[in-house]
């Protein structure tokens, strides 16, 4: 997201992550609503096992909340 922000590229509020296990792969893809965008990253892992989860990051402007979906 700093890239991003860096760059001047229009954020939204909510940036959703979606990581999926792909073999031995991390996939990992960054949503948004608006203005739309998706991003897809794969990475292979070397010390770490790939998982399946969802991450949310809100910011407010003044600060960031990463959460899990279910713990809202």
Do not use: A
Not at 22 to 29: E, K, R, S
Request: net charge negative; proline share 7%; charged share 25%.
């Amino acid at each position: 997201m700093d890239v991003r922000r860096n760059n001047q590229e229009p954020l939204d509020y909510l940036q959703v992550f979606h990581l999926q296990r792909i073999g031995d792969m991390q996939m990992i893809t960054n949503k948004q609503e608006q203005p739309p965008m998706e991003m897809v990253v794969r990475l292979k892992l070397k010390k770490s096992q790939p998982i399946d989860t969802t991450i949310w990051i809100i910011d407010d402007g003044s600060h960031c909340t990463m959460l899990f979906p279910n713990d809202y």
